[in-house]
């Protein structure tokens, strides 16, 4: 992605939970959040069309969704869950997700070169990357809502950008289950 000359960054999908949670519950839930985060028009945009419906042509104007505006080239993710257990002080399970959001350019490719004065003196690449995340946080909320969880708190949505030379140490992070799972079961 860096040699193509994109940028990537490392989003992060919490929401709320308690001891009392059940795990299909939020896995559910989870699923929920990420489709209405990532699986509507608002992420992924329209062509304008024309269609019939009753008998009526209708026409539906074009859509830009984020992906497009933030110039996403793709994604990956991974759920990661832990259990806290509530006999020792725990809040049972947490699931949460890691994804990297690979762009063909900066985020800040999004905002419109023409700004007002006071914004001089922002880091337009911050920006950006707060815009995004609100943009990922209302629809994220909605899904799990919807699947009838707690709305997350503003820092349940969290991105950041991912320099070169943090690669190693997101790649390492992101497999870390997998690996510990398997240095657990040669233990056995």
Not at 9 to 23: A, E, G, I, P, V
Not at 153 to 167: E, F, I, Y
Request: charged share 25%; hydrophobic share 40%.
């Amino acid at each position: 992605c860096y040699r193509q000359g994109g940028s990537v960054y490392l989003l992060t999908l919490t929401m709320r939970h308690t001891s009392k949670d059940r795990l299909a519950q939020l896995w559910d839930g989870l699923s929920a959040g990420w489709r209405s985060a990532f699986g509507t028009r608002k992420w992924t945009g329209q062509r304008a069309r024309t269609v019939e419906r009753g008998g009526k042509t209708t026409f539906i104007k074009a859509h830009v969704g984020d992906a497009e505006l933030f110039d996403v080239a793709g994604m990956t993710r991974v759920v990661e869950a832990t259990y806290g257990a509530p006999a020792r002080g725990g809040n049972g399970w947490h699931l949460h997700i890691h994804a990297l959001v690979f762009t063909a350019s900066a985020m800040e490719s999004a905002l419109r070169p023409e700004l007002p004065l006071w914004f001089d003196g922002i880091d337009r690449e911050w920006f950006a990357r707060n815009v995004f995340a609100s943009r990922v946080h209302e629809r994220w909320s909605n899904g799990l809502n919807k699947a009838g969880l707690r709305s997350p708190g503003s820092v349940a949505v969290d991105v950041r950008d991912v320099a070169s030379d943090g690669a190693d140490y997101v790649g390492r992070y992101l497999s870390k289950a997998t690996y510990d799972a398997a240095t657990k079961m040669g233990f056995e």
